[in-house]
Each structure stands twice: as C-alpha cells, then as structure tokens.
C-alpha cells in the first residue's frame, strides 16, 4: 500500500537550512497523476501548504514562504525533499509529507516534529 | 490568494449531535474543496473532496456540500472518535490554502 515517512533533523539552530526527506513506497514519484506535497503545522497554529513538486520537477509554492523554499525529487530514491533557509522560531512545528491526487491530499505521512532553537 | 474562513473556530458538542462546520472562500472555487480531520499526535485524513464526495472507508455520517464560496461540513450523528480539528482545503488555484479550522470537543 502508499505509505510516506518524513526524515530529517529535529533540531535546527536560528538562521541555518532545515531540511527534510519524504521517502514513498507502494508508488512510484514519477507518476503523471499525483503531486507530491509539503504541509506544516507550525507551533499552536492550523495547517500550513508549504509547496508541491510534479513530475517533471514543476513546483508550486506558498506565497508567505516561497522566497526560502526549496522541493526536490529523486526519482530513483523515490524520495522527495524540502528545504526552507533563514528559519526562526516562527517555523517550529511538525512538517508532513503528503501525496496529492489532484482533488486534494489523500495519503499523508506520519508527520515530524522541527524545532528552531539554539 | 484565495482565503478560506472556517466557522466556528470551535464548538462543544454531545455524542450523537448534529454538528454542521462552514467554510466561506474569499472568491469562487466551484467545488474544489475537501474536508479533513486532523487529531493531536496523527496525520490529517481526508474526509470529503471535491466539496461532497465520500472518501473511501470514512462512515456515512460525514457529508459535504456547497460549490461557489459556501460549503458546509455536516456531521448527522456526533461520535467519541469524531472529537477533533477539522479543516477546509481548496485546490482550486495555486496556492493552495486551508481554513482556520474548527475544534470540535466534548461538551
């Protein structure tokens, strides 16, 4: 069955990159009908779309984060990636890594939480 | 960027309710719109896409409906699994953007 799973550090000092793994099994990132999505809840705050990949390596970001964003994918790993530089306190929160079948997120992974702190 | 407001932001409510959650976007987004069920600790979990489609494996007490700017989130008969965060997406237009969300919990 679909399954993702984040990776990454837990722990990012102030003003350095986090970044983040999103490895997928039971389906292929290369395929045409899916994206391949960020989603974050920052700290006692509501969901967040961070940005999303396709295929061919088009992305789509948000318009609060876009000039700090970065979505990669590997599709020989079949892994998919995030990077956010500059990160303050603000981004601490639990980052999820999701599939998206183009009427929203239907596979979503189990989350990880990233906090931003010296 | 299409703004979505959920209301209420929360409400109490009682097992076996009815509970109805609203979603108002800021333009017109046809019926590109699921809900979602977020509880503490899991990952969210879609409920209804494409404003009133059932998703797969999730009880018939949910529904949605609306298209346009106006979708309703209804939930006939309150459950203990059902106490949660629920949240409106719309897929509409890049980017894309979710509700506040509405907290619902036990009265």
């Known amino acids: 069955q679909v399954q993702l799973q984040e990776s990454g550090p837990g722990l990012v000092k102030p003003s350095q990159t986090l970044s983040l793994t999103c490895s997928v099994s039971?389906?292929?990132?290369?395929?045409?009908?899916?994206?391949w999505s960020w989603i974050r809840q920052p700290a006692g705050k509501g969901l967040e779309w961070i940005g999303r990949i396709y295929t061919t390596g088009d992305t789509k970001y948000s318009s609060s984060l876009k000039s700090r964003v970065t979505i990669s994918v590997d599709p020989l790993k079949n892994q998919f990636s995030l990077t956010l530089t500059s990160v303050t306190a603000a981004d601490t929160g639990v980052y999820y890594c999701a599939r998206d079948d183009k009427v929203g997120f239907d596979y979503w992974g189990q989350g990880i939480l990233v906090t931003v702190s010296s | 960027d299409i703004q979505l407001t959920q209301s209420p932001v929360s409400l109490s409510a009682s097992i076996g309710d009815r509970v109805i959650i609203t979603c108002r976007a800021s333009?017109?987004?046809?019926?590109?719109l699921g809900w979602y069920q977020h509880k503490p600790g899991k990952a969210p979990r879609r409920l209804i896409y494409?404003?009133?489609n059932l998703q797969s494996g999730v009880p018939s007490r949910f529904a949605g409906s609306g298209s346009g700017t106006e979708f309703t989130l209804t939930i006939s008969s309150l459950q203990p699994e059902d106490f949660a965060t629920y949240y409106c997406?719309?897929?509409?237009?890049?980017?894309?953007?979710f509700g506040g969300g509405t907290k619902v919990d036990i009265k």
């Open positions: 997406l719309q897929h509409n237009s890049y980017p894309l953007t």
């Open positions: 494409a404003a009133s």
């Open positions: 333009q017109g987004i046809r019926n590109d």
């Open positions: 039971g389906v292929i990132t290369r395929s045409g009908s899916y994206y």
